[in-house]
């Protein structure tokens, strides 16, 4: 008997074939439909409908650093605002290797198989050096981007705190106005500027190992203090046992941390995202939080708190964007670059000079 290939993703949506896909006019009438720019109106429209491609576009507009871009993306969240805030957010982190991309994948087709629209916006991490990115979160949960109650939007991080692409906050509402109501958002790591994710989430997840040193760096760093729940992965086979000392270690951490705002005892779960296994308990965890933290009205004033946050941080964005693209300070800043490179001057001295230019 011939083995059966597994399909990619681009060979399994239905009525596609590769044929039609290299097919010479398919490709000139999908340039033509890519050209052709909506309206505003009709967006905002199609969005609410739950249309991917119309998602798909506003997103981009909204991630877009082309000013002209940004009043129809304004006018767009504007538009699809009075859908939004209907979803739990979860922001999902953990150091590279943990599994961040299979524990999504496992969670979103439990999610989706009991009726949950699932978005994830998952963080790539951004080269310092040539700005790109690899987007591969996509090839890594083959089996949910072929959910119809699924959508996965891979995002560049940029120069963003914490690895959290610039628009991630306005692209949420944009997935909650579109009838997605579980919006994940996987980080690019652990580390100090992680509160950027704990700012825009309802439920934050800290996904740790066992046996390699993890449960030390994860109390050492302080982000135990942001979690909400911190699930032991890849606790299976050789590794079962690990994974529980593990789970023993980290509720002892835990206990020596002050009481969380929410009045909420974060939990320490063993799971394993490979064979699926812990998975619905974790869920039935965040469901609990979230019943929690709405009895006591602490979820409705956290997401005030984040609201008021964001806006300052806006702010910050706008203003820094606003003085570095003035033509002046752009040559300004050339002519100081090369003084500090020629040790005629200090990064300190340049900087007030540079701000005296400011207009």
Known sequence: MTKKSKSSTLQNKEGVSQSEIT???????????????????????????????ALSRAITLVESSNPKHLKQANDIIKGCLQYANASIRIGITGVPGVGKSTFIEAFGIHLTSIGKKVAVLAIDPSSSLSKG????????????????????????????LGGVARKTRETIILCEAAGFDTIMIE??????????VHSMVDFFLLL?????GDELQGIKRGIIEMADAIAINKADGDNLKAAKLAKVEFNRALHLYPQKDSEWQPKVMLCSALKQEGIKDLWKVIQSYIEHSKANNYFEHN????????????IEDRLKSDFFNQPKIKDALKLQLQLIEDDKTTPFVAA????SLKS
Request: no cysteine; net charge positive.
């Open 23 to 53: 097919n010479a006019s398919s490709i000139t009438k999908i340039q033509q439909k890519r050209k052709a720019k909506p309206t505003t109106q009709k967006l905002v429209s199609d969005i609410i409908k739950g249309n991917i491609t």
């Open 208 to 212: 740790k190992l066992a046996g390699a």
């Open 133 to 160: 990115s690899i987007l591969g979160d996509k090839t890594r949960m083959e089996d949910l981007v072929k959910n119809e109650n699924a959508f996965i939007r891979p995002s560049p991080s940029g120069s963003s």
């Open 303 to 314: 997401r005030k708190e984040q609201n008021k946050f964001w806006l300052l941080q806006t």
């Open 187 to 196: 980080t690019v790591g652990v580390g100090q500027s992680e509160t950027a």
């Open 352 to 355: 007030e000079y540079l701000l």
